[in-house]
């Protein structure tokens, strides 16, 4: 498959130097080699974007430029030059994926170029730029940017993991995607210098490629460092009790595998992990330690007060200003049954939050695959049989559906304590 696309974008750039060669000039050489230069030396500043080690760059931004000044046919040997160059001087990477890396490249820079063809724009290097005539193409050739660069990350994505291409591409693109749109307009800009003060202008864009070389980054990280916060305080109140420690990051490791076999959008997906993570929260107090390890049955009192948690969390979270109101609503109505018959409110069916309908069913299980005082870890088969008699009653009958038909009960990753895992993302 990966061969079979690097002989597409193989064939695309030599039918696009056909039909759209480039007029060479001595100014077109000059712009062309000085956006090699600044592409080469975008990609040469990553930014890492996932747990597992996936980048990004601003190496878009000149490759833009590229389309403007340079046409499609020069923007795809720029672009193809550009990434034979890094590869062959990055880590050693396997030739397959060296290959697609520069297959990808050179196919979203064709599809922008052509874009902005197609729409008007006529590539030049020579003044004047007019905005109206080019500017109009250029953020259609953006748009087919990334577009094609998502596309074509998450087909192979999803072929390779057996996965919804659909669900992929959520993952991929989600997060940065309304950035780089944002972002993608600095191309033209780009062009603009150039063909207004030639190379000086250009070089000057270096400072702020840099500057935003770590901006790009900034959103991703704090994200990720609220999440670890989030896991580290989470795992400091389950240490009290050996019985749930682990709880909470299993319940929001499987949550987050049903939103996204229910094919939910990646911010819906994201705020279900984040409110599962801290569904519990409220039990921070130590009566409810003392309540969950007594062997004997519970006082009406303590009753009261094990239905109290879910409010006791939401007053908890209010605190924190970074987490988004549905998580508030999906953590005080995770107790909620699909019959009415839950609490705090007693809501039924569609009324109660699909966040909190997931994490009722995600801490169900839990619950029963792990030792109690009372009781040993039921088995799976156990507790398949507990979710279809209840299916319908306690729980959604669509969730209990796609947990026992996607394999996500059985699935044993979700008895490991490991931090949650973000889907890579195609590099600039």
Request: hydrophobic share 50%; proline share 6%.
């Amino acid at each position: 498959m990966v061969y079979a696309i690097a002989a597409v974008a193989v064939g695309a750039l030599v039918a696009v130097f056909v039909l759209f060669p480039p007029q060479i000039t001595p100014r077109w050489i000059t712009a062309a080699l000085t956006l090699l230069a600044l592409a080469l030396f975008s990609v040469a500043l990553p930014v890492t974007i996932t747990e597992g080690g996936s980048t990004t760059s601003m190496a878009f931004v000149p490759k833009l430029a590229a389309v403007v000044l340079l046409g499609p046919a020069g923007a795809g040997a720029l672009t193809g030059v550009t990434h034979l160059t890094t590869g062959l001087f990055s880590e050693k990477k396997p030739v397959h994926k060296t290959v697609f890396n520069v297959a990808q490249a050179i196919l979203t820079i064709l599809a922008a170029g052509l874009a902005y063809v197609w729409f008007g724009g006529v590539p030049t290097v020579l003044p004047p730029l007019d905005f109206r005539t080019t500017f109009p193409p250029f953020l259609a050739a953006t748009v087919a940017f990334f577009a094609v660069n998502t596309s074509l990350v998450a087909f192979i994505l999803a072929f390779s993991e057996g996965k919804s291409f659909v669900e992929v591409w959520r993952q991929i693109s989600a997060g940065l995607i309304l950035f780089d749109l944002a972002m993608g307009p600095l191309g033209y800009l780009v062009a603009f210098l150039f063909v207004k003060w030639g190379v000086v202008a250009l070089l000057l864009t270096i400072i702020p490629l840099i500057g935003l070389r770590y901006s790009y980054g900034a959103n991703y990280q704090l994200q990720q460092l609220n999440a670890d916060l989030l896991r580290l305080m989470i795992k400091t109140i389950e240490a009290q009790d050996p019985y749930t420690s682990g709880h909470s990051i299993r319940v929001a490791e499987r949550a987050k595998a049903i939103a996204q076999a229910l094919g939910l959008r990646h911010s819906w997906t994201r705020n279900i992990e984040t409110a599962a993570l801290l569904h519990d929260i409220g039990k921070i107090d130590i009566a409810y330690g003392e309540i969950l390890r007594q062997k004997g049955p519970l006082t009406p009192e303590q009753r009261q007060l094990i239905r109290d948690h879910p409010d006791k969390g939401v007053d908890i979270i209010r605190s924190i200003r970074s987490i988004h109101p549905t998580v508030l609503a999906y953590v005080r109505h995770h107790h909620e049954r699909y019959d009415g018959d839950g609490y705090p409110v007693g809501l039924a069916g569609d009324e109660i939050p699909i966040g909190a309908r997931i994490i009722m069913v995600c801490d169900t299980i839990d619950a029963m695959l792990t030792a109690r005082p009372y009781r040993d870890a039921l088995p799976v088969h156990v507790v398949r049989e507990e979710l279809l008699r209840h299916r319908g009653a306690q729980f959604d009958p669509s969730i209990i559906d796609i947990v026992l038909s996607q394999g996500i009960l059985e699935d044993a990753s979700f008895s490991l304590d490991q931090p949650i895992r973000l889907s890579p993302r195609p590099t600039g």
